[in-house]
T-cell receptor, first 115, second 113 residues
Framework: GAGVSQTPSNKVTEKGKYVELRCDPI?????LYWYRQSLGQGPEFLIY????????DSGLPNDRFFAVRPEGSVSTLKIQRTERGDSAVYLC?????????????FGEGSWLTVV | AQSVTQLDSHVSVSEGTPVLLRCNYS??????LFWYVQHPNKGLQLLLK??????LVKGINGFEAEFKKSETSFHLTKPSAHMSDAAEYFC???????????FGKGTLLTVNP
């Protein structure tokens, strides 16, 4: 497809389990972002990749959260020892580069529920 | 540092009447400003963006917004609401870092027949 693709669209997991969320950006986009949207809130920045490297991970809430982008395309957000407070929609986005004039395109999100 | 305040959490209008969604921003840098729309169970879609060109920005679906530096505002308007406009709208700012978007809390637009 032409847009940002995220899988799974929905995930229910038990507290304490490990979760992986996948993002496939728009082809050719070098910049990739992860955001988290809690119920009733706007999305909040988690991490930004330029190519393969995490240029800014200052939004990751704690060391249970980790993200990789080994080949500069697909990215995986990994959450260890999930907690009920991790329940949210995790949004992935991509753009051609980091220029402020570039439009950032969002995927439809992965809805994570921790029970 | 940058922040966004959306002044109304919920706006309700009748179909065919004007829409006004209010947004104020704060940024240490010359900002880029955006409005995104989110329909239920759908991804965020860019409506329009301001990046220091013309202060009146036209977007998709008849929406437009005006950047007013003196008022630090970027309000979203549409002359005539349509039922399909019902959605959550987010005002967004990016600043010196360019890549990091800061979202407002959103305004839920309801359109009544």
């Amino acid at each position: 497809g032409a847009g940002v693709s995220q899988t799974p669209s929905n995930k229910v997991t038990e507290k304490g389990k490990y979760v992986e969320l996948r993002c496939d950006p728009i082809s050719g986009h070098t910049a990739l972002y992860w955001y988290r949207q809690s119920l009733g809130q706007g999305p909040e920045f988690l991490i930004y990749f330029q190519g393969t490297g995490a240029a800014d991970d200052s939004g990751l809430p704690n060391d249970r959260f980790f993200a990789v982008r080994p080949e500069g395309s697909v990215s995986t957000l990994k959450i260890q020892r999930t907690e009920r407070g991790d329940s949210a929609v995790y949004l992935c986005a991509s753009s051609p580069g980091r220029n402020s004039g570039n439009t950032i395109y969002f995927g439809e999100g992965s809805w994570l529920t921790v029970v | 540092a940058q922040s966004v305040t959306q002044l109304d959490s919920h706006v309700s209008v009748s179909e065919g009447t004007p829409v006004l969604l209010r947004c104020n921003y704060s940024s240490s840098y010359s900002p880029s400003l955006f409005w995104y729309v989110q329909h239920p169970n759908k991804g965020l879609q860019l409506l329009l963006k301001y990046t220091s060109a013309a202060t009146l920005v036209k977007g998709i679906n008849g929406f437009e917004a005006e950047f007013k530096k003196s008022e630090t505002s970027f309000h979203l308007t549409k002359p005539s609401a349509h039922m399909s406009d019902a959605a959550e709208y987010f005002c967004v700012v990016s600043g010196g870092s360019n890549y990091k978007l800061t979202f407002g809390k959103g305004t839920l637009l309801t359109v009544n027949p």
